[in-house]
């Protein structure tokens, strides 16, 4: 190969061997030359097979090995599999009334957990309910990762009075307390299952644009930065190809935190009663079972224990992928 | 030879700070060029300066020109046309002078997509065609490492290959080899070596690293405090060395010899350390030079053109002393 043909030194007779290939590491001494039958580890040399193609599933695997992680994994599965098989297991209105109010759960073997004070089924209304929150979940979470995304690039990036002036729009959603802020942005707008999945960005975005902010700003004075410019890379390039792949790591562990309180935002504000009036959700089924809860507390019992299990099992979710993906955690980087 | 790089009277300022004050000098294709100084004598601002990378509150002065045209009055647009593809650069730090998150390949074929035009499979193609001719073995399988995969001196081979993608006529090695253990030093200016021939590309070699200047430069610029204090030949300015601060550096580095070792005494050394970069009047120099006199406090000592390639900023060395008698006698 043509590789191994540039010799390193010249002249000399024990020059070290580090290029040659037929590298015989029990070759006798050559008389004269001390240590000739050791030789450095080098690069052009060294196999390193056993040490490649694990880059990309090396964070899955410590992921995968968290039992926390995987527990929290299931657990959301289960929940989303409940979500979308709810149309086809109770495929009419939750809302509607079915049978005589306050079965107890295990009663009636066709009302399996029970029925509220309306007569209304709740396993229907916790399958639905499920969709509902899951979807502003992660629906709120993306529009405010998009929002608190580019802010946060734009400002961490470009510094300058650009920074100056998105940093005081940050400001301005920060110091107002957010679940005020999402109360009066509901009752303003009609409360819809779109003005509550927005309402919830608004004032979910400020926290990842200020994170996104802090990571470019890190970022942007490394060195492959500086490499990138130097090979006449755009702003938009490096933008998205140098600076954001690195910087996502962080983002993701934020991003699964940011569904869980989403979801427990959207079922409070259900739970106020400001929440879509034709859509059950968990807030809306614990708000209407709160006057009862002496006499039937399993109304309010059993959505919370599903709000608990949902965001336990995303917030386990956002540890596991914390230990994985942040740096200072994996004794490997 | 015609010149294709062409600096004049270069200057850095941030604040009132004027860490580059005023660097002239010039290179030509396939000529190897070292600029030599201790750290803070504005070498590495010096190659930023050239690319235009530097900070924005930093403010240059002076002339650049390259290839007839003046870097400095260009637009950030056609600069950037320029970046990568005529002038490239390379870095001191291997390690982290590589996207952590992309393989190698990925980042050779992204510059030859932006300056080349090509598409992604002859970029990938080429891609492979560069790292073997930085001498990366398998080079069709190391395509798809990703730089934690690879050593130091194989990341700085990448850097090499990625740099000298797009064929540049001038190549900056800021410190390329400082970061490197001795033998990839020597592996990787060989590399330098052979691309400046084959590829007929001018290089600047910027280092502290005398030995390494002796063994390739074709002509060494020796900086001290933002100014260019000293220029030559190799050879000639090794064995002759005039302004004291080059007599200084050449001093301080041990050297071998049969019967002594460098243990065996003190370390010679240069007494004081750089001046900060801070208005100083006079010779920067003048603090820490052992023939200096009460003169060198009011004026910077001009350069002083002794031959083609010679030239010297202090009015004390004989050779100056003497060619400026010469002159008035001659007048």
Known sequence: MKAQQLKIYSGSENEISAGTPELEPDAAPVPGSRWTHIHAPDARTTAVADARRQGRGRE???FLSNPNALFGIVVLAIIAVAALLAPVLYPGDPLEMVARPFLWPGQNAAYPLGTDSMGRDVLAGILHGAWISLTVGIAATLLGLGVGVTVGALAGYFGGLVDDLLVKLIEIFQTIPSFVLLVVLVAIAQPTTTTVTTA???????????LTRAEFRAIREKDYVLAARSLGFGHARIIFREILPNALPPLIVTSSVMVASAILMESALSFMGLGDPNRVS???????????????????????????????????????????????????? | MARLLEVHNLSVGFGNAQPVKGVSFTATPGEMLAIV?????????TALGLMGLLPRH???????????????????????????RDIA???????????????????????LRIHEKLNHKQARLRAIELLDLVSIPDAAKRVDDYPHQLSGGMRQRVMIAIAVACSPRLLIADEATTALDVTIQAQVLQLLDRLRSQLNMAVILITHDLGLVA??????????AGRKIEQGLPDVLFETPYHPYTQGLLAASPRLKADYHYRDGPLTEIPGSIVSAAAELGCAFRPRCPV???????SVPALVQLSAEREVACPYVPAIAEASYAASVRR
Request: charged letters at 20%; glycine letters at 12%; a neutral charge.
């Open chain 1, 60 to 62: 899955l695997k410590i």
């Open chain 1, 200 to 210: 919830i960005a608004i004032v979910s975005w400020p926290t990842v644009a200020r």
């Open chain 1, 282 to 333: 968990w807030g809306s089924m614990i708000g209407s079972g709160r006057d009862v809860i002496r006499t039937a507390w399993y109304l309010t019992a059993l959505p919370g224990l599903a709000i608990v299990f949902t965001v336990l099992a995303l917030n386990l979710i956002g540890d596991g992928l914390n230990d994985a993906l942040n740096p200072r955690f994996s004794e490997e980087r």
């Open chain 2, 37 to 45: 100084g201790e750290s803070g004598s504005g070498k590495s601002l």
């Open chain 2, 58 to 84: 930093a403010k240059t002065g002076g002339e650049i020109h390259f290839d007839g045209r003046d870097l400095l009055k260009l637009p950030e647009k056609e600069l950037r046309g320029i970046r990568g």
């Open chain 2, 89 to 111: 650069m390379i870095f001191q730090e291997p390690m982290t002078s590589l996207n952590p998150v992309m393989t190698i390949g990925d980042q050779i074929v992204e510059v």
């Open chain 2, 215 to 224: 063994q390739w430069a074709d002509r060494v610029v020796v900086m001290y």
């Open chain 2, 292 to 298: 200096a006199r009460s003169a060198c406090g009011s």
